[in-house]
């Protein structure tokens, strides 16, 4: 370590830039040495330093918006533009949840526009009011404000400090030969300077800047995860106009799901027995006019005619089955699903163990994830054996699917298993997809018990 005697000399340090992503790079580094340098560092990197300057004008806006209208509340003219600030603050947070999409790749969906109910002025400005949505997008104004100075200055300051040390050893040579300095000082009085210039201290404060730059990184992360609570909480819609779309859209499920299968039961009945039954009708008719002429004639068709019977009885049978099986309403789950079990061409174990039985249309919607999924492993896993096991964890059902066979199967491919998927959710239901390729396969749908 030198030290120079003399007046002290300083010279602003220059930070340096750290390298882009790079695909073979993420491949082989671990997390902690990858995060520096990849996209999503950066980005959340830039959504902290643009966040300074935008949070500052929304602050001044809505300080001066809140002030100005709370002055003028004696007024007529003090309601319609708090009214038309709030507004602005619904456009300002439109942008915000633009630069989150971008930025930080969060989605959130657009709050519900506001409508006055006779379309004038004065129930505009009522609805925008009694909107939680715009007085929560004014407290993201005032709130954010604050966040985002301690956020642009702790990531800015550390960001700068870890390259600028990391990269130290490059630039190095610019003090002693531009600046008159042997290098950065490292402390300095009116009687001596030290200075950070040998080999081993250029490599000790690299190696420091360089832990720096690994901690800035999860450092940004952490940072970025605040705004993202604080765009997701304040900007988005509340969580009963949610629930309300979910339940819209579950509503709209059930309904097409409804129609499919009543489209796929008159279908069945259709082509199936009633043709058969038609068929049938018109034999016994060509068999009663032959009674008298032709008896032998007669007596065979009346034996095709009651096979026939037996074709149509056993369809209609299968297609009650499909509707709702009488197993399952007599003896519960663990009798109907060891009935579809048997019907597996796989060799299939089923274990069902439940304190009770839950609500029927809980339990059908049971029956027939475990046959749907039953069928797929026939059809399309390829395995040797299967396994169902069901049980309740405190007010879930819990199902799950296990085979051998050769895996890949996939929720997005658009199979049954989006299908079943789609049912699920309407009941506030989840289907889970663990299938590498090679196998096993494992299904697990987790159903509310409602009992």
């Given at each position: ?11 602003p ?30 980005r ?5 330093m643009l966040?300074?300057p935008i949070?500052t004008?929304?602050f001044?806006?809505?300080?001066t ?10 007024t ?5 533009l ?8 619904r456009?300002f947070g ?5 630069r ?7 989605e959130?969906?657009?709050p519900?526009?506001v ?8 129930s ?8 939680g949505?715009?007085w929560r997008?004014l ?6 404000f ?6 642009f ?11 600028a040390?990391l990269?130290y050893?490059?630039?190095?040579w ?23 210039d040998?080999p ?14 690994m901690a800035?990184?999860?450092v ?9 609570l ?6 988005g ?7 309300v779309t ?5 509503r709209?499920?059930?309904v097409?799901?409804a129609a499919?299968d009543l489209r796929?039961?008159?279908r ?11 068929a049938?009708a ?13 008896p ?7 034996d ?9 009885l ?10 709702h ?5 007599d003896?519960g ?13 796989v ?19 049971a029956?027939?994830?475990v ?14 054996k299967?396994?169902?096991?069901v049980?309740r ?5 819990m199902?799950?699917?296990t085979d051998n ?17 789609e ?12 299938s590498p390729?090679?196998g ?9 018990w409602?009992?």
């Amino acid at each position: 370590m030198a030290t120079a005697y003399g007046p002290d000399t300083r010279d602003p340090q220059r930070s340096g830039h750290g390298p882009g992503d790079h695909f073979a790079v993420r491949r082989f580094l671990p997390a902690a040495l990858r995060a520096p340098i990849e996209a999503r560092t950066w980005r959340e990197f830039a959504y902290l330093m643009l966040s300074f300057p935008i949070s500052t004008v929304l602050f001044v806006f809505a300080v001066t918006m809140t002030s100005v209208s709370a002055g003028l509340l004696v007024t007529f003219l003090g309601v319609p533009l708090l009214a038309a600030g709030l507004t602005l603050c619904r456009g300002f947070g439109m942008l915000e949840r633009a630069r989150a999409r971008g930025l930080l790749r969060l989605e959130v969906a657009e709050p519900a526009p506001v409508r006055g109910r006779t379309g004038g002025l004065m129930s505009w400005v009522g609805a925008v009011l009694k909107s939680g949505v715009s007085w929560r997008h004014l407290l993201y104004a005032l709130l954010h404000f604050p966040w985002a100075v301690f956020a642009f200055s702790v990531s800015l300051s550390l960001w700068a400090w870890g390259w600028a040390a990391l990269t130290y050893p490059v630039y190095a040579w610019i003090f002693p030969a531009y600046a008159g300095i042997d290098g950065v000082q490292l402390y300095g009085d009116a009687t001596h300077n030290v200075y950070l210039d040998s080999p081993f201290e250029l490599a000790l404060t690299s190696a420091a800047g360089l832990l720096v730059v690994m901690a800035t990184a999860w450092v940004i992360r952490g940072l970025a995860m605040v705004d993202r609570l604080m765009v997701s909480g304040l900007l988005g819609p509340s969580r009963l106009a949610t629930r309300v779309t979910e339940l819209e859209s579950d509503r709209g499920v059930v309904v097409d799901t409804a129609a499919a299968d009543l489209r796929r039961i008159e279908r069945d009945l259709h082509d199936g027995a009633q043709a058969r039954l038609v068929a049938l009708a018109m034999g016994l008719g060509l068999a009663k006019e032959k009674l008298t002429d032709d008896p032998e004639a007669a007596a065979k068709m009346v034996d095709e005619a009651h096979g026939e019977v037996k074709v149509a009885l056993q369809e209609l049978r299968d297609l009650a089955r499909g509707i709702h099986p009488a197993v399952l309403t007599d003896r519960g789950l663990d009798a109907a699903l060891s009935a579809i079990a048997s019907r597996c061409t796989v060799p299939v174990t089923v274990d069902v163990d439940l304190p009770g039985r839950p609500a029927q249309a809980i339990e059908g919607i049971a029956y027939f994830t475990v046959s749907e999924l039953l069928q797929n492993v026939s059809k399309h896993s390829g395995a040797r054996k299967a396994t169902v096991d069901v049980w309740r964890s405190a007010d879930r059902l819990m199902l799950q699917v296990t085979d051998n066979g050769h895996g890949g199967a996939d929720l997005t491919s658009g199979s049954g298993l989006a299908g079943l998927t789609e049912r699920l959710d309407a009941v506030d239901g989840i289907l889970v997809v663990a299938s590498p390729v090679g196998g096993p396969t494992r299904v697990t749908a987790e159903l509310p018990w409602r009992g």
